[in-house]
Each structure stands twice: as structure tokens, then as C-alpha cells.
């Protein structure tokens, strides 16, 4: 028998680059435990109106309903215990917390959270609270010199904590060259890469942050082919590959195309409603990807992302303006 499913509005209060976290009674369910706090969504309440309820309840502090924007919804099942956690982010907040229900309660750097310090239904806001909500991509090269010159170039415009080295043109050793050149500049600035392609590539390249899949490498596999330790993506199109995203156990995917892109002329895209719907019954981060702008970055989390994934945004302009001209943009793999 399917078990009742409990709708608890959860709050990710942020201040001064850290997040509000208190611990759960002994006697709770997943007592012990870290958790963000929140509470039961009550009949007749909103997730909002709820949110607001239960920080006040349980920490004294005082948030806005106009001030909360969504984070992520995830549904898990514990075995002796189903919950629907509708996370919502705020900066808001006012006044000073403190543990109304004898809980402890302390401000932590999102860094220094650790997946078995809370429920497992909390990994996903872990993951969202780590992740930039901007995902470079980088513009199709024609060779490796060209790439490195053009990501020298836009690491000088731009600064992203997270960039994915695609390369779908060059050839396996070109692209194998390109990686530990780009690798060594994006450490010189502070950036964390990631290969984008095979796992191959992720174990063929030192000091490398992470792997991105790309749904041919995704469906492929069946179990998370990169340590806990580094980040995994995977690039998805529909409601199944996402499912399969999270099976791997993938930190974050990308979801497009969500509006229309040069590459694909004629092709209107998904829309924002469809991108909506589909990251609702998503259980893990979404990066809405396809004609995406640092414009589109908050109409994009009020649709429920992460953030935006795409070349255009930090890309610098001359180097874009001479992939356009090659035609050779490939948004989807």
C-alpha cells in the first residue's frame, strides 16, 4: 500500500554567503539529523503562507511570502515514510534565529555540508545550494589553439565557477589536448571545468572538477560513473531522460531547448510552462538551456531552475561571432 505523502514547505535562508540549518529531535522521524527548516503544509494553506508559519514557529524569525522564490521540489520515499519537500530560497529573512523547540540552530557555508549529516531527501538542495546559477558553456572550436585562445579571452571578460568544455567537432586527441590546456587556464582563474563527453575523457584528464554527459554517453549507462567527490551532469530532453539523469545519480542536468536557438532556425522550443512542468517532477537541480541570456536567469528560477546554461551569455563576442559564421552549433548534444 502506497504510503500517504506529506507536503512540507522547507526554507533555504540565506545571509552573508551562508544557510540557516537547525537539527532534528531524538524522537523526529530521521532523528539527529541536519535538516533545512520548515514545517507540514496545513489544509488550506499555501506552500508560501506555510513557510512563513513554521520559521516563525520555529525560529522566531519573519519572512515575506513576496520574498520566497522555488528552489526545488523533490518527492522521497523512506520506506516507512513518503514527503513532497517544496524548497523555497530567501534573503529576507528578518530578525535573529533562534530554536523555539529547543532545536539547535546555526548559520553554515553550503561548502561545508556533508550528504550523510542530513535526510536523504535533502541531497538535491545540497547540490542546488553548491551549484553556480550560471552554467558556461563553451562555443564549438576548430581546433584546439582556437579553443584555448577563445576561453583565455572570455575568462578575461567573465568569470563563471562553472564551465563545461564542449567540443563536439574536434577529434578524440585534439579534444584530449584542448582539455589539459583549458584545465590548466581555467585553475589559473579559479574556474572549475568540466569534460564534457565520455567518462573516458573524465579519468584521461587531471585536475579536471567534473563530467558532463551528453545523452548519447547518459543512456548508455547505468550507474554514476564519476566519484561523489566530483560534479556530474547530464544533458536531457524529455521527462525520462531526467528520470535517468537521477538514477545515475547525477548532480544537476540541463533541459532545452526552452526557447529558440540560431542553430536550430524555424524550431520554437519548448516554452517556459512545458520546462516548468517537466523540472517540477524533476529530483535533481534543472538548467533551463536554449537562447538563454543573464536576461532570462530569473524568469527562469520562477519556473522552477536552477539557473541558465548556454554559450551566448559569457562566450565573448568575437569568438561567437566566428562559430556563427561556421554554422556548426550544436545546442543539443
Known sequence: MTSKVVHVAVGVIERSGRVLIARRPDHAHQGGLLEFPGGKVEPGETVQQALVREIHEETGLTLSESGLAPVITIR?????????????????????????????????????????????????????????AALALTGTIDSAGQGVSCLEQSLRGQRPALVVLRAPSLEEADYRQYAREAVSLAQAHRVDMLVH??????????????????????????????????????????????????????????????????SHP??????????ADLVAAARLPVYALGGM???????????????????GFWWQDDCQNQLASNGRQQWQN
Open 293 to 311: 541570456s543573464m536576461g532570462h536567469l530569473e524568469i527562469a528560477r520562477r519556473h522552477g531552475a536552477q539557473g541558465i546554461a548556454g554559450i
Open 76 to 132: 522521497h520515499d523512506y520506506g516507512d515514510k513518503c514527503v513532497l519537500l517544496d524548497v523555497w530560497r530567501t534573503t529576507d529573512a528578518e530578525g535573529e534565529p533562534v530554536g523555539r523547540e529547543g532545536q539547535p540552530v546555526e548559520w553554515r557555508c553550503p561548502e561545508s555540508l556533508r550528504d550523510g549529516e542530513f535526510p536523504a531527501a535533502n541531497r538535491p538542495i545540497i547540490r542546488a545550494l553548491r551549484l553556480p
Open 266 to 275: 524555424g524550431e520554437s522550443g519548448m516554452g517556459w510552462s512545458r520546462f
Open 197 to 262: 563527453g565520455s567518462p573516458e575523457r573524465f579519468g584521461q584528464t587531471p585536475g579536471v572538477a567534473g563530467l558532463h554527459l551528453p545523452w548519447r554517453e547518459a543512456e548508455k549507462l547505468s550507474e554514476r560513473p564519476v566519484p561523489a567527490s566530483s560534479w556530474l551532469g547530464v544533458s536531457c530532453h524529455s521527462a525520462e531522460q531526467l528520470a535517468h539523469a537521477e538514477s545515475l545519480g547525477a548532480d544537476y542536468a540541463v533541459l532545452g531547448a526552452v526557447l529558440p536557438t540560431p
